[in-house]
């Protein structure tokens, strides 16, 4: 398996260097015939990468070297230069996460192995490290909900972070900061088109005076699909439809002084694999339109240079309206929302006491704060369209819980000690997260980092970190009419503990961030046969799973050199432990090995890049020793061009996705009556042009 790996990598990576030789020919003499400006060069280079303060990992800022947690960072650059087209196509690149589909949802983030059953409530997502995600089924928001042209960086942070941001951050968090104002920020206007009834337009707007900030954006898209066939549960029926989607949203995020407000909302039209089952019977292809908004305010002001105060208030709705029926004449509604307050103050006492930075001391903060979350589920109904009669409401009517927590955090740091061979401070965080649910009583639960620098550009991390996660209100009390599935009010939240051992280092033009990690998994929730021994029912109960564990390895390789050529190789590795003795997270479903590789390079006002996504054989359920489903991949092109007109920068791409067009399977490990469901689109062509001015 390895040797087959090894040389699918050798072979493609051939053909994405056979797809750049020519331009690379071209700029072998680079200094002679390339004329970079300092300004492009700099907007390449590694040092951009390093010099990125990172927002997810910890209440303050912090650069990648020293900053608390393990985090990938995507920057606009790297948006830029491999065309990313959505930010779920740039995810599934980084080393841990894939993304994977259900026969409800698709686009789905999954972290470090941790599958999500039918809806993806152990990912948490943020906008500006604002949470958002459904008071109902738990999932987090679509990460499509913001454009890729409105990003300034994708922060993911991989493994426990409910210690920072509570429930739902069980296994990952993927925090989408939007455009900031700067010296390289600029207006832009967009549209694009393709192949399979593609077209889009959109466009955003940045406005910086003195003390104001403002950022706003809209995006419009319709794609008409592609046809493909998949394999029912019902052995004389294949399944035909048309996988479309049709996408508009709306961002404004402002700043006057110490006051802040973001406003995201969004509508989402697009075609379920199955929305009940995997039947035409279930709803196979009819349309599931989804919606909501996401509204915040915080005020976040500064005290006497050392005392931070942070107060936030969020309205989070969400909407998901699917049809249940061969007809379309039944459709199911489901409608809640959350309402979420915190309050946090951080100290630097060094600052407050005026002490100067020694060998002893070197830092120390402190940052304390109160969180409360209310989630309310406004219908989950079932009902006729043609005259609106209810039919069931899944006893979802009126339910709601609440929950509040207490965070504390401290970081320590002393040195440098030459005499060990550290250049900077070692810092010690410990942080602590109490949480007080309304229906499960307290949790407590905990992180630590020791960052070891050896300089300014080489660290080692030690990390430790816990997570825990409520059970959503859907897995609490749905009924159906027909008592085909239940929730279940004697639930665990799921908790985990992970180890960590990471390094980092960047020399000449290469940036390297390699980790091992052991995480235990404890509760973790999923549906499963009600009753075990009784072949005739086929009903589900959610249920805690028997307690599992998984190591890992991964490596990030990123390179930057514009004069040459800029690259990146992303590797994971997975192996989970007793996957016998567990159901819905079972390891053979998951690829032992994924890579992810990447070339770009610009000549002139021209540029190319291509990008191999990798996933090894994986095994579906079906049969007694599940069956095989090969290794997947697929090979990007893109060609660019940039060119100045009317003062402005009119950048073209061109783009073919999956240009083998291969039809990428998964196992379907939700159901498990099939043993495969189709993950990939096949081979697409788009043209985009982007005016900035």
């Not at 890729?148 to 429930?167: F, M, Q, W």
């Not at 919606?291 to 305010?297: I, V």
């Not at 050896?454 to 009390?477: A, C, H, M, V």
């Not at 390094?503 to 961030?513: A, G, H, M, N, R």
Request: with cysteine; net charge neutral; charged share 20%.
């Amino acid at each position: 398996m390895t040797k087959n790996i090894t040389n699918l990598i050798l072979k493609n990576i051939f053909i994405l260097v056979i797809f750049h030789s020519s331009l690379c020919i071209i700029s072998s003499k680079a200094n002679e015939i390339i004329n970079l400006t300092e300004e492009d060069i700099a907007s390449m280079s590694i040092e951009d990468l390093l010099n990125i303060e990172i927002s997810v990992s910890s209440s303050e800022k912090d650069k990648i070297f020293t900053t608390p947690s393990s985090v990938s960072v995507i920057d606009k650059g790297m948006i830029k230069q491999y065309n990313f087209q959505t930010i779920s196509e740039a995810v599934d690149l980084i080393a841990g996460i894939n993304l994977g589909r259900t026969y409800i949802m698709k686009d789905i983030p999954n972290a470090r192995g941790i599958l999500q059953d039918h809806y993806a409530n152990k990912v948490l997502i943020l906008i500006n490290n604002i949470p958002s995600w459904s008071a109902i089924t738990g999932e987090g928001a679509n990460v499509n909900r913001i454009n890729i042209n409105d990003v300034e960086r994708i922060e993911v942070l991989k493994g426990p972070a409910s210690v920072l941001y509570g429930t739902n951050a069980y296994s990952g968090t993927i925090n989408i900061v939007l455009k900031e104002s700067n010296k390289k920020a600029s207006n832009q206007l967009y549209m694009g088109f393709g192949d399979k009834g593609v077209l889009k337009s959109g466009g955003n707007f940045i406005y910086s005076k003195d003390d104001f900030n403002l950022f706003v954006s809209a995006h419009s898209g319709d794609e008409k699909g592609h046809d493909f066939s998949s394999k029912s549960e019902t052995e004389n029926e294949t399944i035909l439809m048309r996988e479309y989607e049709k996408v508009s949203n709306f961002t404004l995020s402002s700043k006057f002084k110490d006051h802040s407000l973001l406003f995201n909302t969004y509508s989402i039209n697009s075609s379920v694999l199955w929305a009940l089952a995997p039947t035409i019977a279930g709803g196979a292809g009819k349309n599931q339109a989804l919606s909501g908004y996401l509204l915040n305010y915080m005020f976040d002001p500064t005290f006497f240079g050392w005392w931070n105060l942070k107060f936030n208030a969020t309205y989070d709705w969400n909407d998901r309206n699917f049809s249940r029926s061969k007809d379309d004449l039944t459709h199911s509604n489901i409608d809640g929302y959350r309402l979420a307050t915190s309050l946090k103050t951080n100290m630097s006492l060094l600052d407050a006491f005026k002490i100067t930075p020694n060998i002893a001391l070197n830092d120390l903060n402190f940052e304390f704060g109160v969180d409360y979350d209310y989630r309310k589920s406004n219908e989950y109904k079932n009902y006729t369209v043609i005259d609106n009669k209810l039919v069931s409401n899944n006893n979802m009517n009126d339910k709601n819980t609440n929950e509040y927590s207490l965070f504390g955090q401290g970081k320590y740091s002393v040195g440098p000690f030459k005499l060990i061979g550290t250049e900077l401070p070692l810092t010690l965080l410990l942080g602590t997260r109490y949480t007080q649910n309304e229906l499960f009583g307290n949790n407590i639960s905990s992180r630590g980092t020791l960052v070891y620098p050896l300089s300014d550009k080489n660290s080692l991390k030690f990390i430790f970190g816990q997570s825990y996660r409520t059970p959503s209100l859907f897995e609490l009390y749905f009924e159906t009419p027909e008592k085909t599935v239940f929730g279940n009010k004697n639930l665990k939240p799921e908790t985990s503990n992970s180890y960590e051992l990471s390094y980092l280092t960047s020399f000449d033009k290469f940036f390297i961030q390699t980790l091992v990690y052991h995480a235990d998994y404890q509760n973790a929730i999923s549906r499963t046969k009600r009753l075990k021994d009784d072949a005739k029912d086929t009903s589900t109960m959610y249920t805690n799973n028997l307690p599992f564990s998984a190591n890992g390895l991964e490596v990030e390789i990123k390179y930057q050199n514009p004069e040459i050529l800029n690259a990146f190789v992303n590797y994971n590795f997975i192996k989970g432990t007793n996957p016998e003795k567990i159901t819905a997270f079972d390891f053979k479903y998951v690829p032992e090995h994924t890579i992810a590789l990447g070339l770009s390079k610009k000549i002139y006002d021209f540029s190319a890049s291509s990008v191999l996504n990798l996933y090894s054989q994986t095994t579906g359920p079906v049969g007694t020793n599940g069956t095989i489903i090969p290794m997947q991949y697929t090979i990007d092109l893109n060609l660019g061009y940039d060119q100045a007109l009317f003062g402005r920068n009119i950048r073209h791409n061109f783009s073919v996705k999956d240009i083998l067009d291969g039809r990428m399977l998964q196992p379907e490990f939700v159901r498990k009556k099939i043993n495969e469901v189709p993950l990939g689109v096949g081979r697409r062509f788009s043209y985009s042009l982007q005016v900035d001015f």
